[in-house]
């Protein structure tokens, strides 16, 4: 006994918390988070990777020539 007003405070403070949505400034939040506005943005993550075609032109053989003679 005695729990319910405090649940239903606890359940005030919840939906005040879900519902609530104060004005944002993201690009104050960038730079407090030190991000580098240079590199905003999406980015290939496989722009630093080797480029292989070389490879592949030389190695990449049609193993079905082989059978046909």
Do not use: F
Request: hydrophobic fraction near 20%; aromatic fraction near 10%.
């Amino acid at each position: 006994m005695g729990r319910g007003r405090a649940k239903a405070k606890q359940i005030k403070v919840a939906r005040k918390l879900k519902y609530y949505s104060p004005d944002t400034d993201l690009n104050r939040l960038q730079q407090e988070l030190g991000a580098d506005a240079s590199k905003s943005g999406p980015s290939d993550p496989y722009d630093d990777e080797p480029d292989y075609s070389d490879y592949a032109d030389k190695y990449n053989v049609d193993d079905d020539d082989e059978y046909e003679n």
